[in-house]
């Protein structure tokens, strides 16, 4: 089953595996037998991946913000995005949905 399947897409597992992904160096991730590149973001220098409707972006150190203070600290943060709502944040491997479940199954 694609990792982007109506039925059965596990949002936590997947953004765990690229945060894992992001995090550790790595160029690509593989969900469910496909790979995703991991991008670096011309604007931001940030890294990327896309998948599907979703966006996961590695938090930006460099902004004034609280989460942006704790990435300076050396926590790794990642966002999920869907358009462009947060839906979903990985910090140091712990998954928090911020979006009702409706919103993500949109």
């Known amino acids: 089953m694609n990792a ?13 595996e690229i945060a894992n992904a992001m995090f550790t160096g790595q160029k690509s991730v593989e969900l469910d037998g496909v790979t995703y590149p991991i991008e670096i973001l ?5 890294k990327a991946v896309n998948i599907g409707e979703y966006q996961c972006i590695e938090q930006n ?6 989460w942006a203070q704790k990435a300076r600290e050396g926590h790794k943060i990642m966002w999920v995005f869907k358009g462009r709502r947060y839906v979903a944040r990985v910090m140091d491997g712990q998954f928090l949905l911020l979006s009702k479940k409706k919103d993500v199954q949109e």
Do not use: M, Y
């Open 61 to 66: 150190p460099r902004k004034a913000s609280q």
């Open 42 to 46: 011309k604007s931001s220098r940030l």
């Open 4 to 16: 982007l399947s109506d039925e059965g897409f596990d949002l936590e597992r997947a953004a765990n």
